[in-house]
């Protein structure tokens, strides 16, 4: 199946044998979020391997098709891929994103709530892996503004051969000091999503990923000598600074979830047009604002490996750069 795997997923557990795979202990007793290294190739040589390319972009209300290009131009040996998109502007992107992807991909589902929106493209023989699919959205705050910036998040459940997943693409509340209104925004998301359907969708998922403009920021330091460490490449020192992280280690937000480790630069804010940060009279800290971070389910059998988790410089046409994931997931057989 897809560009991993030609075989049909089989019945699967868990056998935990690489340091490298990611399940959550049982009771979810991990506090705040386990940052884990990249291992390079998807070394899984048993059995199906499932593998995900994840992309988020707050786009900035701009239009680029050679930007929306750039997101996938290169090494598309991935199964599913899921694209979130903040602040996307009023035009079609769901088709442009289908006319790139046209040769090896199609579109699977999507699921919009103004300027936020999400896609699912799957290989060309996916389809009939796909035993169930269902959307929803939930807004919090006003009506996105004169420009449609909506905060809030879209969201997608599939069954793709015996795997549930859930994608959770979302926009939280701007400025450093609100941090309080984003630990509440994904609080209440979380609770809110899929509950119109009578089901636990998110809460019965195998594995469950969060992408998007989360827009917490970097805190207890000036822009100066932030952008002076990114400079010198010393940008990992400024993880300790990161709001994400210290609300996590709190169990505010995000307990047991799994992200890469920080390595690519801040992806906020960049003057239009260039890499290089914010010049307006504001002059922006840089921040990590876009994330994406998940997820397993204990008990599901499922194990996982990042085999990327990075930054897009080369897109300049919005202030924020797309960040791109790419997760492997796999089934061991064996007896239940």
């Known amino acids: 199946m897809g560009n991993c795997s030609s075989r049909a997923l089989p019945k699967w557990r868990s056998q935990l044998q690489n340091k490298s795979l990611v399940s959550i202990d049982d009771g979810g007793t991990h506090d705040g979020i386990k940052t884990i290294p990249i291992q390079k190739v998807c070394e899984f040589t048993t059995n199906a391997v499932l593998c995900v390319c994840i992309?988020?972009?707050?786009?900035?209300g701009k239009m680029s098709v050679e930007d929306i290009t750039k997101l996938v131009r290169s090494n598309r040996k991935f199964d599913l891929l899921v694209v979130?998109?903040?602040?996307?502007?009023?035009?079609?992107?769901?088709?442009?994103?289908?006319?790139?992807?046209?040769?090896?991909?199609?579109?699977?589902?999507?699921?919009n709530m103004q300027s936020l929106q999400m896609l699912l493209f799957g290989s060309k023989s996916s389809e009939k892996y796909i035993r169930e699919m269902k959307v929803d959205k939930h807004a919090v705050g006003g009506f996105g503004g004169m420009i449609g910036r909506k905060k809030g998040a879209v969201a997608m459940y599939i069954n793709f051969s015996?795997?549930?997943?859930?994608?959770?693409?979302?926009h939280f509340a701007a400025h450093e000091h609100k941090v309080e209104k984003r630990n509440s925004e994904f609080q209440h998301i979380s609770r809110s999503l899929f509950s119109k359907y009578g089901k636990p969708y998110a809460q019965s998922a195998d594995i469950t990923v969060w992408l998007g403009d989360l827009n917490y920021r970097l805190e207890g330091i000036s822009s100066a000598p932030a952008r002076r460490m990114i400079e010198e490449n010393r940008q990992s020192k400024l993880r300790g600074k990161d709001q994400l992280l210290q609300e996590a280690e709190k169990g505010e937000v995000f307990n047991g979830y799994y992200e890469g480790t920080l390595s690519f630069k801040p992806t906020y804010k960049y003057d239009i047009g260039s890499s290089i940060y914010d010049t307006s009279h504001?002059?922006?800290?840089?921040?990590?604002?876009?994330?994406i971070l998940f997820k397993v389910d204990h008990s599901s059998g499922l194990d996982?490996?990042?085999?990327?988790?990075?930054s897009l410089d080369c897109v300049r046409s919005s202030d924020h750069k797309p960040v791109k994931a790419h997760l492997c997931l796999k089934v061991r057989s064996g007896d239940d």
């Open 84 to 111: 979130g998109l903040q602040e996307a502007p009023n035009c079609d992107v769901s088709q442009v994103m289908q006319e790139t992807m046209a040769d090896t991909h199609i579109l699977l589902g999507q699921k």
């Open 162 to 170: 015996g795997i549930r997943m859930v994608f959770v693409s979302c």
């Open 282 to 291: 504001k002059i922006r800290v840089p921040s990590w604002t876009d994330r």
């Open 304 to 310: 996982a490996v990042l085999s990327s988790y990075e």
């Open 55 to 60: 992309i988020t972009w707050n786009m900035n």
